[in-house]
């Protein structure tokens, strides 16, 4: 089963507007980090947010939020006031376990396209 | 802001041959990764590395991979008989010790096997 899922293929947004990019993720350990970055088309990996699967509250930084549902499994990123810089693709990750040594699992991702 | 750094940026070698990619982590991380994306699909975990040795890796790290610390600042990847299937962007990460920090990644080298 895959432990990260990412629906969305692709997703388009109109400057200026916010968008949710869809995470679901699959694990048993209570003890995990939700993670998203972004990937220009100039291959980068740019780390956005992280969440922490006892965080009480969804976590922020700048534009992006993530809207952590805990029962529900999902860890969407939500951007606010698209850029068209913002055009890139966005991966969801997950790790597991209760060190910082352990690996990440990525999703398939999403491209996201902003238009002007 | 400290960075992680690979060299080469794109690498071309020949089917068969022997390939050493080249990361430098932030120097006060302890935990090191690599992963590969090849073209158009998602990161895949290829191996974690902490206190000089392996501390993880993947189905897809067979015998031809091989990693090494060789001093304090380098860590390397090894492809001993490249294959085709080997071209994908290669990237190094690092994280410091504590509880669930962020993987850092480094800009990544491109590998073609031609």
């Known amino acids: 089963a895959q432990k990260i899922t990412q629906t969305q293929p692709g997703m388009f947004v109109q400057e200026k507007e916010a968008v949710t990019l869809d995470c679901t993720y699959d694990t048993s350990d209570p003890s995990y980090g939700l993670f998203w970055y972004k990937q220009p088309s100039s291959g980068e990996m740019i780390f956005l947010i992280y969440q922490g699967s006892y965080d009480q509250q969804n976590a922020t930084e700048g534009r992006y939020s993530l809207n952590f549902q805990k029962a529900r499994k999902s860890a969407n990123l939500v951007i606010s006031a698209s850029q068209l810089g913002d055009s890139a693709m966005y991966f969801c990750?997950?790790?597991?376990?209760?060190?910082?040594?352990?690996?990440?699992?990525f999703g398939e991702g999403t491209q996201l396209t902003v238009n002007p | 802001e400290p960075e992680v750094t690979q060299t080469p940026s794109h690498q071309v070698t020949q089917m068969g041959q022997e390939v050493i990619l080249r990361c430098v982590p932030i120097?006060?991380?302890?935990?090191f990764y690599w992963y590969r994306q090849i073209l158009g699909q998602k990161v895949e975990f290829l191996v974690s590395f902490y206190n000089n040795e392996i501390s993880e890796k993947s189905e897809i790290f067979d015998d031809q991979f091989s990693v090494e610390r060789p001093d304090g600042s380098n860590f390397t990847l090894k492809i001993r008989s490249t294959k085709l299937e080997d071209s994908a962007m290669y990237f190094c990460?690092?994280?410091?010790?504590?509880?669930?920090?962020?993987?850092?990644f480094g800009p990544g080298t491109r590998l073609t096997v031609t």
């Open positions: 120097s006060n991380h302890l935990y």
């Open positions: 990750a997950m790790r597991e376990g209760g060190t910082s040594g352990s690996r990440l699992t």
């Open positions: 990460a690092s994280t410091p010790q504590g509880v669930l920090n962020e993987q850092y």
